[in-house]
């Protein structure tokens, strides 16, 4: 009797010439075997067990509010930096806040964005696969968040250790899996890219230290530790539909000055960030909401005065959008979640620029070390 176990093949009573034929062709075997399996695993998917972690369609809500909140944000004139720097102010005693603000709408089934024709803002395409846009980035998070819910806690991934702090790290190797790496071309789901070895560990961990990709990972696994914890979904959800309905509310206001519409707008565009420049430099000495509005209120008329700004515009027009606008930034802060600031960070592209890591040796390095490392993702995948 022979018998090969290692390949999924049994071969018994075989005669010396059939032994021989397949030696001199196993290869072409394992590869037919492999393909076979790959689309078997494309169409019945293994599942882990995932403790109480949100489900994908769960987390694919979340993440269609955030976005929702960042494009009006961006609408108005703030960069993805100043959007990141609102919401990663943290919530003050409810004492602080003399208004309606902290009050929760209960969210109805859409976000503003599903109700108005807004166009999101694209990129320039990197080599190295970067995102072309916001909504690709996001697809690409909620793809490797259903695969890691898949395959976290099975032997394809060989660094668990079934803590929320290790799914994130997950959720990071699983992203340059994924997207990044490969041997000097776009990854295809023939790298294994759902299977994390030791040595892939030690490579993308090496990888990270010496790239510029060190804001990535570290919110990455901020995101995985948020996601798989035991997350109050209903309350997130609710919490976020309420920063993006009072940011449309309050919007919605500033439209309705009676100004010029196109002026107005234009107004805005350049009294925004400004007004989140003020909060940000006020928020740590202000003792309640009515304080930080005034000083708020204050900076910006001084910064916009050596703008000689109101040559062009008005200033009761100007003083009410100052306002409006950071009630609306004081309202957003007050209801934020901690999973927000993770994601305005992580979404948007300004944390993911790696044009110049491109150029430089570390991904050459890490290309280099994929064939050695694709081998032990067959011999993993092999011995499932």
Do not use: W
């Not at 972690?53 to 979340?62: D, I, P, Q, R, S």
């Not at 806040?97 to 089934?109: E, L, N």
């Amino acid at each position: 009797m022979y018998v090969v176990t290692k390949y999924y093949f049994n071969i018994k009573y075989c005669s010396r010439k059939e032994i021989i034929f397949y030696e001199k062709n196993k290869n072409i075997f394992i590869s037919v075997l492999l393909s076979t399996i790959f689309i078997f695993y494309q169409i019945v998917p293994v599942y882990g067990n995932t403790n109480s972690a949100m489900t994908n369609e769960e987390v694919g809500n979340l993440f269609s509010g955030i976005e929702s909140i960042v494009t009006q944000l961006e609408d108005i004139g703030l960069s993805a930096q100043d959007i990141s720097d609102i919401f990663h102010l943290q919530p003050k005693d409810t004492s602080f806040y003399t208004r309606t603000s902290s009050q929760i709408i209960p969210y109805s089934g859409t976000f503003v964005k599903d109700n108005q024709n807004i166009n999101i803002v694209s990129y320039r395409a990197n080599v190295g696969n970067a995102p072309t846009s916001d909504q690709v980035q996001r697809e690409r998070i909620e793809n490797i968040y259903s695969v890691a819910l898949q395959y976290y806690k099975t032997d394809f991934y060989q660094g668990h250790k079934s803590s929320g702090t290790d799914f994130g790290n997950y959720l990071t190797y699983l992203y340059l899996s994924h997207y990044i790496d490969g041997p000097g071309r776009t990854p295809t789901q023939s790298d294994l890219p759902f299977i994390i070895s030791q040595s892939d560990i030690n490579a993308y961990d090496t990888f990270l230290r010496t790239s510029n990709l060190s804001s990535l990972a570290t919110e990455m696994t901020n995101l995985g530790v948020s996601l798989y914890s035991d997350y109050d979904y209903i309350n997130s959800l609710n919490a976020i539909n309420t920063v993006d309905v009072t940011l449309k509310n309050k919007l919605q206001q500033i439209t309705m000055l009676g100004y010029d519409i196109n002026e107005t707008r234009k107004a805005t565009l350049t009294i925004a960030p400004l007004v989140k420049k003020g909060i940000i430099e006020k928020y740590a000495t202000a003792n309640s909401e009515e304080e930080l509005t005034d000083d708020t209120l204050i900076y910006v008329k001084t910064q916009l005065e050596k703008l000689d700004f109101y040559k062009t515009y008005d200033e009761k027009v100007s003083s009410s959008i100052i306002s409006i606008l950071t009630s609306a930034f004081i309202g957003a802060i007050c209801n934020s979640i901690s999973l927000i600031g993770i994601c305005v960070s992580i979404i948007p592209l300004f944390v993911y620029d790696y044009t110049g890591l491109i150029q430089t040796a570390v991904l050459v390095n890490l290309q280099y070390s994929f064939s050695a490392r694709y081998a032990i993702r067959t011999d993993i995948y092999l011995d499932m």
